[in-house]
């Protein structure tokens, strides 16, 4: 692989310890990869630095590599941890907050922002064209196909090396000749409402390739991250075409095959069915909120609230509970609990429920997974009113 000077000082040392050992895990990587060389990156994210992920093993390396140098040359942020930053959900188990603030210090003194969101592209919107070595699948393909930036999905210790370095491999979605979208995917149940993350588990499930999707482009934001969020939980996609909403010098079309998702194919995405006694969660907030959307929930408790058929739980960056102090503190009020930095996936919850109402489909997968619930995916709206006002209302 080609190196330029700079990465040979690196990599020989000149650096520091932690700098050479972090390029040579990059190189490795991307020699497996059949990267010729490296690219710069301008703002590396990191995922799996809950607690629950990185265990006391984790603590151990970071702390350790911490100790030997390890900072952050370039911009960095991190994902959920496993506790709420707040302290005042009822329903995350905040147990682990003392180890979870030991893996936060070390973080933090390496450079790295604690943002404790999957939502990186709120704090640094990336450019079009633009190299990044992203953690977390459902930032990844929201940056490479509504930003049009450039990035694999990263691991954690490829992208904390990214971080220290500089660099990442140049492979994969970082070149343009990878970029290219070959299946056509027309999906007229969109417009008649059904749920964009049913869509996108089933596009994750059944494609392959570079989907070219069609029929979206007058989706919202919630539906466009709930749409690339389910399509990377279920499959393995780091980049899907949106038609009129991907920026258009980013990628190519070529299309080999087409598909037409009809109502029926999408009916087994949306999960369980619900029955009378069930103890319900309603949850949007995965991926964390955008504020826009943070809005329509408040919109839709004014309208339906309080909750009083079921809990409802909202999940949103950690610096929300500054910049948006009093809107979490009205939605406290109205009975919604509010967590922090978080979400259900990544921590452990206090109380059982039997089912999960969400509008994401990445929800979905990994909740029954890991909590071992049911769950049915519905609109946003139709989260809040169920569980304000019932299931037949
Ligand atoms: Fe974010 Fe947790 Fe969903 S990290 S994408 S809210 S699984």
Redesign the pocket.
Known sequence: MYLTKDQEKMLSGEYGWAAAKALELIVRVGGAMGAEELVEVKHAHV?GVSYTNVGDHGLEFLSDFYAKGGRARVYTTI??GCVDYSGLSNIIDNDFAARQMLVDNILQSMGFKPVH???PHYHRPPLENEHLAWG????VIYANSVFGARTNREGGPVALSASITGYTYKAGLHIESNRVARVKVEVPAISRGVPPGALGLWIGDHIREIPYITGVKNLDVSGVKSLL?SMA?SGNHALAVLNGITPRNTYRVEIEDKVVVEDKALEEYLGDDISSGDRVLGYV????LHPVELLKVVELLRKYGPPRKGKLMI?VPREYAITFQSILYELRVRGVDVAVG?????SRLKEKFDVVLTN?G??LF?MKKIHGVKARIVGVEEVVKCVCRGFKS
Do not use: L, M, R
């Open positions: 995922s994902n959920p969101t999957c939502i977390e699948s459902s930032a969020a939980a907030g995965c991926p964390h999940t978080t979400c259900p996936i990544v994401s990445k929800a990994y």
